[in-house]
């Protein structure tokens, strides 16, 4: 055919389908004229198009996964290299741009919806799983009708690879069993059933740690093949194949019909043992169905001689042909495995001589009845295992898309969260000061986890779009890497509360800490306030004079929208107090401050925020430093709310001005635990040192925090060991950067007055007395003073400013007792009367306080 | 000299023009995919089914930088649809020789074919003719039945309208729907 001919017939191939079918005739007989042949192949050709049906719509071997490939995303899901493709679904590695990790998705090839439903249900179940064996479901999805499994991404390679022909050593074929039933009997606890335990679903790290994949999962992936074939015991077709590589694990109650239980996967563990210490799996079969009879008719093949006998008896017990017979559970093989017997392998038998193989035989026999004796007997499922503490930092919020806007609600989330956690028992949280540290960057977990000595870290993303919030969160453990549990939600913006509550439970779940069977009451149902509350406390926590004020507008109009919302009342007091201790000491700040207060604690009277602030607000010296009052607030506050790390740190700081110091330094260890790299907590910590005349313990906090500018802590240290010279420099080069300093002009006079330049000391006494006017805290320039008068010998005007400063919020008897530079004055009978009365007040508070 | 080529560098020279690079692609991209595919069609992988397409798209992601551009991988495809088409075409030879002499032949199970069953030899000798007739006509169905992509994706390849595309394979599936019923 010419190529012009060849146009004619497509042109007018198309011409006539245009036309409607009645005019075709007609037009043909137009268009050919008296060209018989292009007539025949016109009319070939449209009778094809009307017979032709669907041939070639489907490209050759069924149709394309359009979800799989071409560099496409999926969501935040970024699709990569194909990592398995089968009969059973594809499995592709993938990049979590949201959560920045990799990931391997599993997309189902069946389009049957009631499997994929199943698939669905039995993926989310098993997505409770958390084990350090087991490979962690992150997400389950759906995209264009396609269920798809985002999971942990593995590196290693599958143990049936793993195995060589003549099966691994004693020691690795039973470290990988131990792992695997490590595993299964966690599942088996949990009423899961993996179904499909075979050496391709488990994976050998380059460290010899192995994860199970795929529970519950990958028969349901190939449910349609697998029961067919199974069934039948005949393979048929090229879908039989699926059946192939899991029929020689499946028990004999499988065949028959019966569904999967854990008995079932405790046969398939018995053949994974024993393929893995011969190489070759124990039933045979060139045929499916020679593969079935073997299993039914229980003959498998024998194992090497040098396998310990109670292993042996173990595979055998797994491989009973009736299921009664074998162990309930895997954890009932676990325990088995467990038996340091197994680690001695009985020489081959043909380098054994008589004696010894007799010896051999008794041995295994002994230890067969140990192991009979021990394991096999029924047990309850284990008590979780009680370990140290569990620590976990939740780190900020991130966006996703990197957007600032709703940086206060990030915030707000992580906070709730933190406080959420805190309320666990056995839990320890760090607090937001810390962790606020890494936010906006993106972090190693392993270096978080060792910056603030942590296990555990919690890291998430948070979209709002309208009335819409999606957020992923994942739990990893820092030590191995893994994650422990992570989850998407998408869930109206109302439901905030209770996706906090969700995630903190699902927390305390996978770190199998005690649940908080108590409060979970929304703090306001009004998701406006809440909106509010969130942007005011922001802006509280940026502490600077405008922040502060521009939180007031929003925290009123949290209130306003509801009046109940006794967290918002208390935001507004903590905000009211820091711009009165800040910025501006005023009054009616404090007032104002006071009448939140009564508020938020008429509507909460345990409302760990409001004790926490009222603490704070009372204990100055305008209020006479009720000490006593401000700790048993403090101690309420961090009871309902142990992760406030600034209450712990607070509490430390009173407890070092009356004394208590080994409280003190407790509380301080306390805030340290929750907010590791919080400098103030070591500021602290310094001033309890202090007061316990811990001159080199000082110096050497100074040494490992060269960071900490706390030169009215060191120069005292410093002159009490001897080094004047050093101190003098520290403080007049502090005095240079900070001229207003009250106590730094204190600390001054006291190296010049111990140097004998009285008269340089008495002017620093009146410029640091002139610049502590009206401070709060005046009490430790007033300390130093009397210390500086001492050294110049003038006793009565040391004793002035000692006796003021105790009573004006200062009444540090141990601290006192031992100051060397109040020893000019110990012999003197008022100074006597005056540290008796500073003991009697202490030894007052210590009883009031016990 | 000898060093390995990336598929990438040769797609992107084969882009600018250098119709030497795209020869040189050829057997780098064939030698990928005949490997992977003689591994399901060998059943080394039991339960593991070929899908010739979604080979096809693996095959690019394990051999391209996706960073390159849409034309690159458009030739990409076009290369690798071809390729597809061989390794199909060939293992269906090999297959009808195997019968004739009355072998057992197990690849069968490997290889999950079409629904509807579609002899390949002969589709082959068809494509083969049409090309003389109306190359474009053949390439289009090398792209969607050989190599699984869409209309707009042939389209895009091709730099035609859709509608073009969509009018091409109709005419091209009647006639080799005809052609397959003649002979």
């Known amino acids: ?850 | 000299m000898n060093t390995p080529e990336s598929v990438t560098e040769l797609l992107q020279a084969w882009g600018h023009g250098d119709q030497d690079a795209g020869r040189r692609l050829v057997p780098l991209v064939y030698k990928d995919l005949r490997r992977r595919a003689a591994s399901f069609l060998r059943r080394e992988s039991p339960g593991h089914i070929l899908q010739p397409t979604a080979l096809v798209h693996e095959t690019y992601l394990r051999m391209v930088d996706q960073k390159v551009d849409w034309r690159n991988r458009s030739q990409f495809f076009g290369v690798a649809s071809q390729m597809m088409r061989r390794i199909l075409v060939d293992h269906a030879r090999g297959r009808h020789a195997a019968k004739r002499h009355g072998m057992h032949v197990a690849l069968d199970e490997g290889l999950r074919l079409p629904q509807r069953h579609i002899d390949l030899v002969r589709l082959d000798d068809a494509l083969t003719e049409l090309a003389a007739l109306d190359a474009r006509q053949a390439r289009i169905v090398e792209l969607r039945f050989f190599g699984g992509l869409t209309f707009e994706e042939v389209a895009e390849m091709l730099g035609v309208s859709t509608a073009t595309v969509k009018r091409d394979w109709a005419a091209a599936r009647a006639w080799l729907f005809a052609r397959l019923e003649e002979s």
Not at chain 1, 40 to 55: I, K, S, T, V
Not at chain 1, 406 to 429: C, H, N, P, Q
Not at chain 1, 692 to 719: I, V
Request: charge should be negative.
């Open chain 1, 1 to 850: 055919m010419t190529p012009a001919r060849w146009r004619r017939l497509i042109d007018a191939f198309h011409a006539s389908l245009e036309r409607p079918p009645e005019e075709r005739d007609v037009f043909l007989a137009e268009t050919c004229g008296a060209d018989a042949e292009l007539r025949a192949a016109l009319d070939r050709m449209l009778a094809a198009h009307e017979q032709a049906g669907d041939f070639l719509d489907t490209p050759a071997g069924g149709p394309p996964d359009r979800l799989a490939g071409m560099g496409k995303t999926l969501g935040h899901y970024e699709l990569g290299a194909c990592l398995g493709i089968g009969g059973m679904g594809h499995v592709y590695q993938a990049y979590d741009s949201e959560l920045r990790r990799t990931v391997a998705i599993k997309f189902m090839t069946s389009r049957d919806p009631s499997a994929q439903e199943r698939l669905r249900r039995e993926a989310r179940h098993a997505s409770g799983l958390n084990h350090p064996n087991i490979c962690i479901i992150h997400h389950i999805g759906d995209a264009e009708g396609h269920a798809y499994i985002v999971m942990e991404h593995l590196t290693g390679r599958p143990l049936c690879e793993v195995i060589p022909s003549d099966g691994l050593s004693l020691e690795t074929a039973l470290s990988y069993a131990r792992q695997v039933a490590d595993a299964v009997a966690h599942a088996h606890e949990r009423g899961i059933v993996h179904r499909d335990i075979k050496s391709s679903n488990v994976m050998v790290g380059v460290d010899g740690h192995v994860k199970v994949l795929d529970f519950g999962i990958s028969r349901r992936m190939g449910d349609a093949f697998a029961t067919k074939g199974a069934r039948t015991g005949t393979a048929t077709s090229a879908d039989d194949a699926a059946v192939v590589g899991t029929l020689g694990y499946m028990a004999p109650e499988l065949l028959r019909g019966q569904p999967a239980s854990p008995r079932s996967d405790v046969w398939a563990m018995g053949v994974l043992l024993s393929e893995m210490l011969t190489g070759h799996r124990p039933f045979a079969g060139d045929t499916p169905f020679e593969l079935t009879s073997a299993i039914l008719e229980n003959r498998r093949g024998p194992l090497p001689s040098g396998i310990p006998g109670p292993l042996a008896a173990i595979v055998g017990r797994c491989l009973s042909e009736d299921a009664s017979r074998r162990p309930a559970t895997a954890a009932l093989v676990k325990d088995a495995l467990a038996a340091p017997v197994l680690d001695i392998p009985l020489p081959r038998q043909g380098a054994m001589g008589v004696r010894d193989r007799a010896f051999g035989w008794a041995g295994a026999m002994v230890a067969l009845l140990f192991v009979a004796g021990a394991v096999w007997t029924a047990r309850e499922a284990p008590a979780i295992a009680p370990g140290a503490p569990r620590s976990i930092a939740v780190l900020p919020f991130q966006s996703f898309g990197g957007s600032t806007e709703d940086d206060y609600f990030l915030d707000g989330m992580t906070e709730s969260l933190i406080t959420d956690l805190a309320k666990r028992k056995d839990l320890l949280v760090i607090g937001r000061n810390s962790v606020f540290q890494y936010k906006g960057e993106a972090v190693d977990v392993r270096q978080v986890g060792q910056e603030l000595g942590v296990r555990y870290v919690l890291e998430g993303s948070v979209q709002r779009s309208g009335d819409r919030l999606r957020l992923n969160a994942q739990l990893i453990d820092t030590v191995t890497g893994y994650h422990l549990w992570a989850d998407r939600y998408d869930r109206d913006a109302d439901d905030v509360f209770a996706l906090q509550d969700d995630i903190s439970r699902k927390i305390a779940m996978a770190l199998e800490v005690a649940l908080d069977p108590g409060d979970t009451k929304p703090p306001t149902r009004n998701i406006e306030a809440y909106d509010a509350y969130l942007q005011g406390v922001y802006l509280t926590w940026q502490d600077s004079p405008s922040s502060n004020e521009r939180a007031i507008p929003l925290l009123e109009k949290a209130v306003a929208l509801d009046p109940g919302f006794a967290l918002a009342h208390a935001a507004m007091a903590a905000n009211y107090r820091q711009i009165f201790h800040n910025f501006d000491p005023t009054r009616h700040w404090e007032e104002k401050a006071h009448v939140a207060l009564q508020k938020a604690l008429a509507l909460e009277p345990d409302l760990p925020e409001a004790h926490h602030t009222r603490g704070m607000l009372t204990w100055t010296l305008s209020n006479g430093f009720p000490h006593e009052a401000a700790i048993q607030d403090i101690r309420r506050a961090i009871a309902g709310k142990p992760s406030l790390g600034e209450a712990h740190r607070q509490l430390c700081n009173i407890y070092a001005h009356i004394g208590l110091l080994d409280e003190a330094l407790a509380e301080c260890d306390a805030a340290r635990r929750i907010d590791p790299t919080a400098v103030m907590v070591r500021s602290a910590t310094g001033m309890a040192l202090l007061h316990q005349n811990r001159y080199g313990d000082l110096l050497a906090l100074r040494e490992k925090n060269p960071e900490m500018y706390t030169p009215w802590l060191w120069g005292p240290a410093l002159m009490a060991l001897g080094r004047e010279r050093e101190a003098r420099e520290m403080v007049e080069a502090a005095i240079v950067k900070r001229p207003q300093d009250s106590g730094l002009h204190g600390l001054n006079a006291l190296l010049l007055a111990r140097a004998g330049e009285n008269v340089r000391a008495q002017e620093m006494i009146g410029r640091s007395l002139d610049l502590g006017k009206g401070l709060g805290h005046i009490h430790h320039t007033q300390h130093l003073v009397g210390a500086a008068y001492a050294a110049m010998g003038r006793k009565a005007d040391a004793l002035d400013w000692l006796e003021r400063a105790s009573a004006e919020g200062f009444p540090c008897f141990p601290y006192f007792e031992k100051d060397p530079f109040l020893d000019p004055l110990r012999d003197d009978p008022r100074f006597q009367r005056w540290l008796r009365g500073v003991k009697e007040q202490w030894q007052e508070l210590r009883r009031a306080l016990a």
